[in-house]
C-alpha cells in the first residue's frame, strides 16, 4: 500500500500534467487561428492604398490649418496667417525629425521651400500615405513662411497665392504630396514635357534627402501637380489657397483686434492724447477710398472709413498729414530770443542770457494735423536744453499744458516751460523739441496690426462724442451721439465709443480694389453713416468681424 505522501506527489504529477496539456492546447488553437485569419486577410489593393493616401492628405491639410489658425492667435506671433517651413532636407534621423526648420540646434538655420511635413511642429503622429510613406509639403519662403529666423513678412487678405499648381500660375500657398513607392524610368523610354527619367529605388533615403528621390515631374521642379495614374509620377497632392488660409485666421484676427488693437486705440484716448496734448480725443477717421491707395490721413469731422495710421508708410513730416513742428515762440525775462527753428527731426529754440541767474522760458509749439493722426509727444523724454554748446540734458519741464483744435488744421499746440540752471550774462541756452512720434507703431499690441497692413483691411468708426471737436455724452446713463454693435457679447449695445470691422477677405461678389465700401463690408456694416454696426455669424455672404469698445463679457472687461 502507498503511503500519503506518495499518493500526494501522484496527484500533483497528474495535475500539473494535465495544465501542460491545457496550454498545448490553448497554443496550437491559438496559432491556427492566427494562421487562419492570416491566410483569409487580402494583400492591400492598390484602392486601399489611394483610399488611405487621400485621407492622409486630408488628414495632413486639416493639421496645417489648424496649427496656422492656433499660431495666428498667439497674441505674440508677428505674422498671423503664417505657414510653417517644412522640414530641411538635412533633418531626417536627428533630433530635429520632424520638426519645421529653421531648427538652431541641431543647425537647420535656412527654410527649405520643399521637404517633409513638419509633424512633430503640427502636433500630430507623422502621416503616411498608402505605401508607408511620409508626406512631403512645399510652400513659398518669404512670402508665407519664413526664410530664416530674421525674415520678416506681410501678410494679410491682400497677400496674394504665389505656387503654380496644375498648370496655374500663383493658384495656391502650399502643396502636401504624397510621394508613393520609388520609381525606375530609367528604361522607360522618352518622358513626357516636364518629366524627367528617374531612378529612386538606389540610395532613397540617404541623408541629406534629395526631392527628386521622392517626388516626379512638376512636383519635383516646382511647378506642382495632381498627378493622375501615369508610368511617370505616382505623387497624389493636395493643395492649401490664400483664401482657405484667411478663413482659418478670421476668427484669430478678430481676437486679436478685440483684445489688442482695440483697448490700445482706448489708452490712446483715455491716457496717450491726455499727456501728448492736454486733451482727450480719437483721431478723426481718413474718408474712405479704395484702402490700398487711401492716404491713411483722417479729415476733419468724418468719424468713420479708414484708419488714419499714415505713419507705417510715412514719416511725420512728410505727405498729406504733416505733424512736424510748425511753428514755434518763446519769451522770458532777463533773455534775448534768437528764434525758433523746424527741421525734419527738431524744433530748435535759441536765446542769450543778459541777467544770469534763475530763469525760466516759456515756449509754445504748433503742429498741424495731430487732430487727425495718432502722434504722441513726451515732454519727459523729447525735450532737452544745452548750454554753450555743451551736452544735451533732458531739461526740467514745468507748467505743461496742451490743445488741440477740432477742425481746420487739426492744429496741436503745446506750451511749457523750462528750468534753467543758475546762469552767467550772456550765456548761449538751445531748448531742443524733437517732433511727435507715431504712438501705435510703439505700442507691442498693434505691431503685428500695423506691419502687417490690417489697418488696410479695416474699418474705423469712432463717436463725435470722443473727437477733438465732441459733442454728444457716451456714459451711463445717457447715450448720445454714441456708436451701436450688433450681436456683440457687452452689456450694452448702443455704448460705443469705437468700433473697428476687420472687413474679411474679398468675397465672389465683391470687387477689388475699389472705392465703394459695399465691396468690403456686407449687411448693415455696409450702410455707412448709420453708427450702426453688426457682428453676425459667418456666412458665405457675410465675413465681417467686429471688435469695440466699451467691451465687456459677464464681469470680464477688455477696455
Known sequence: MSSPANRSCAGRRTQRGAALILFATVLILGVAWFTVGALGKAAPT?????????????????????YVAQKAADPTENYPGRLPCPESLGQPGT???????????????????VGRLPWETLGVDQIRDGYGEPLWYAVTTGTWALVTSGTTLTINPGTANTITYNGTANAVVAVIIAPGPALNTLSAGTPPAGCSNVNQQTNRYAVPYVATKFLECGNATGSYTTAGTSPWSNDRTISITATEVMDAIAGAIADRMQRQ????????????????????????????????????CGNSGVTEGMMPTIATTLSVSSGTCDTSWA??????????????????????????????GLLTPTITATA?????????????????????????????IQ??????????????????????????????IRIRITQPVDALLADSRTDWFLSNSWDRYTYYSV?????????????????????????????????????????????STQTWPSASVTNYMEGINAATGTGIYASSIVTSAFNDRVGACPFSYGTVTIC
Open 46 to 66: 492598390t484602392a486601399d492604398r489611394e483610399t488611405k493616401t487621400g485621407l492622409a492628405l486630408s488628414t495632413a491639410k486639416k493639421a496645417l490649418l489648424a
Open 95 to 113: 533630433s530635429a525629425d520632424g520638426v519645421a526648420a529653421p531648427v538652431v540646434s541641431p543647425s537647420f538655420p535656412t527654410c527649405s521651400s
Open 261 to 296: 488693437v482695440a483697448p490700445a486705440l482706448n489708452d490712446w484716448r483715455t491716457t496717450t492724447s491726455v499727456s501728448s496734448w492736454g486733451e482727450s480725443f480719437m483721431p478723426y477717421a481718413s474718408t474712405f477710398t479704395a484702402p490700398l491707395s487711401n492716404n491713411m
Open 327 to 356: 511753428s514755434g515762440s518763446a519769451s522770458g525775462f532777463g533773455l534775448t530770443f534768437g528764434g525758433c527753428t523746424s527741421t525734419s527731426t527738431r524744433l530748435r529754440c535759441s536765446f542769450t542770457a543778459l541777467l544770469g
Open 368 to 396: 498741424h494735423n495731430v487732430a487727425y493722426t495718432f502722434r504722441k509727444f513726451d515732454p519727459s523724454s523729447q525735450i532737452t536744453v544745452q548750454i554753450n554748446g555743451g551736452t544735451q540734458t533732458a531739461a526740467v
Open 399 to 428: 507748467n505743461f499744458s496742451g490743445s488741440v483744435s477740432g477742425s481746420g488744421n487739426g492744429d496741436g499746440t503745446i506750451s511749457f516751460q523750462v528750468k534753467l540752471p543758475t546762469l552767467s550774462i550772456f550765456d548761449s
Open 463 to 507: 463717436s463725435q462724442t470722443v473727437t477733438a471737436n465732441p459733442s454728444g455724452i457716451c456714459s451711463a446713463p445717457v447715450y448720445t451721439n454714441c456708436l451701436t454693435v450688433n450681436g456683440i457679447g457687452s452689456t450694452n449695445s448702443n455704448d460705443k465709443r469705437i468700433v473697428l470691422v476687420y472687413m474679411g477677405r474679398q468675397l
